[in-house]
């Protein structure tokens, strides 16, 4: 880069450019905020929901699963676990852990009460009905 | 080094390196765990491994960054730092912030920890990166303030240089997205949109600016190319940055429950994110191509073209290689994520900060240059570290590629579990490789206690060797 293009056009680039980036990237977050009320199940965010996200955060389950494809690649995506496998096994499940198998991948014990339970399923079925534009491309997640 | 105010900058790549090694140990618990799935259990279960992994790499990144900016900051302006004092009691929190935030992760169960430090009252833990209670979130936040003060008092009262300023935007973006982070809505949807500001803005956004600028300056040393030339390099691969990096995050709004528009808006902008970085390897090879003089630091001039080469490996191929929405659909969450994962982090942040670390850390120890043999050995850990992680890359995209077929494409699709165990041979290849970068990391410690015969020095420091 040399010649006629000076450094003092190329900085009115990077903040003309920036500038002008930035604003649009917040027009189109201004827009998205109105669109998603008609796609993210937010009808069904009751109490119970609100528990549910705690107990998934505060147990770090996102640091084994991931939740629409983000966060740990290590066990199974869970934001369609309701629709995979329903709300009894889920609850089964998560009583019964750690399996114990040797040498199989562990999931660990919460110990974590009958309401927490219900919590993390009803928030299971409420990120299921996230519309995710077809995502993932099966029930396996 | 040329004011002796620089000297705090050397605490900072001390406790890098040392949390560096932390990291890669962690890493290498998790690499079995992927096979031996009981390894450690349940004293470390794997997602406690996972964030000491991730968030000690954050971290200790930070300090590579905070040390580049106390090293290169009162250089380019010309002055000593505002306030040393402030750099080192700053430098002592955030080191017993982080120790003590990483032994509340290995030593509390994580819903212990939750409570101990009053998660009910600002719920912000348990997001991926962002685990830290929210405490050591507030904590980083000051810190970051105390930081900004330092250095943006330091550049306004002495030259501004485009390389300081361009760092300090980088440094100030850093700070104010990461105030993202204190922001957890209910909304599944909401909370995922935010959190990319942190995540994607750091990382494809302001850190490209440290990242350059940090790159910019230490060409200028080593080469001795007129600044002018490096400046507005500088200034076009930043601006490129942002003019694809800032909308290019719609390429984590596919499949989060965003509207349909994310695919072409972040397919379109994030196919152009390799351009900045393409810029940066031309840039590199060229400045040092030009150079009017030979450094006798080898070692850094090294680091700088290595760095330039594998960020646009890891960020920009690899990168490309899923962020298109068609191809993403399939590769969403996979080991291909990981792939891309560790080779743009190891290529653009870890090698910069590397590089940094090789060019002043000698410089604060009183010589222009290590001496030949602590080099050699340098060098040496550099080819160790970079050719095993391309291998760590390579086997994760080749389990990656597996598991899409096997699980996402093919007519059967089969559950995650069934698919993992066939991918067994792979990770086991990933964790050799990582064997042999924890090998490679030993002999950079070792590097720094190499003594030998000292490189004659020019007078003016960065003159040439004398040959
Ligand atoms: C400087 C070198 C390294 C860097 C920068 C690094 C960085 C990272 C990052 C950013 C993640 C999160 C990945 C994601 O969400 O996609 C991660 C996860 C991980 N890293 Fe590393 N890492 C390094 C070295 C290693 C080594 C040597 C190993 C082991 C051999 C390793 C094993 C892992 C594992 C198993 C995960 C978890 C992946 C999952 O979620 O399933 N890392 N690392
Ligand atoms: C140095 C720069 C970069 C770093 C450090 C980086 C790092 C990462 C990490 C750690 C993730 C995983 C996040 C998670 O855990 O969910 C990720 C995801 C992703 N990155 Fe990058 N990245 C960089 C640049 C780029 C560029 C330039 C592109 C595009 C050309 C890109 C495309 C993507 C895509 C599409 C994903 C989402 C993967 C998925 O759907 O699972 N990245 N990146
Ligand atoms: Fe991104």
Redesign the interface.
Known sequence: ??GS???SM??N??YG??LF??L??LA??F???E??PH????QM?TPQ??LG??V?????????H????????????LGNVYKRRGPAFIKAWIKSQ?S???????M?Q?HLTDKELDALVAFFK??SE????H??????? | MKYSSQAVAKPYFIAAVGLFVGQILFGLIMGLQYVVGDFLFPAIPFNVARMVHTNLLIVWLLFGFMGAAYYLVPEEAERELQSPRLALALFWIFLVAGVLTILGYLLVPYAGLAKLTGNAIWPTMGREFLEQPTITKLGIVVVALGFLFNIGMTILRGRKTAVSLVLLIGLTGLAVLFLFSLYNPTNLVEDKFYWWWVVHLWVEGVWELILGSILAFVLIKITGVDREVIEKWLYVIIAMTLITGVIGTGHHYYWIGTPGYWKWWGSIFSAMEPIPFFMMTVFAFNMVNRRRRNHPNKAATLWALGCAVMAFLGAGVWGFLHTLAPVNYYTHGTQITAAHGHMAFYGAYVMIVLTMISYAMPQLRGRVANNERAQVLEMWSFWLMTVSMVFITLFLTAAGILQVWLQRYSENPQPFMVVQEKLALFYWMREVAGLVFLLGLVLYVASFFVQGEEVQVVEGGTAEAAA
């Not at chain 1, 114990?100 to 562990?106: E, L």
């Open positions: 880069m040399s293009f000076t450094k190329a900085r680039i990077f450019g920036s980036f930035v649009l990237f189109l977050t827009d998205t905020q669109a998603i796609r993210d199940a937010h965010i929901v609100a996200k705690k998934w955060e505060e147990n770090d389950c996102i640091g084994c991931t939740i629409l494809g983000e966060g740990a690649y290590f066990a199974p995506e750690p114990g198998v040797h040498g199989r991948r562990q660990p919460f409420y990120t996230i519309d995710t534009n995502w993932p491309p099966n029930i396996q997640g």
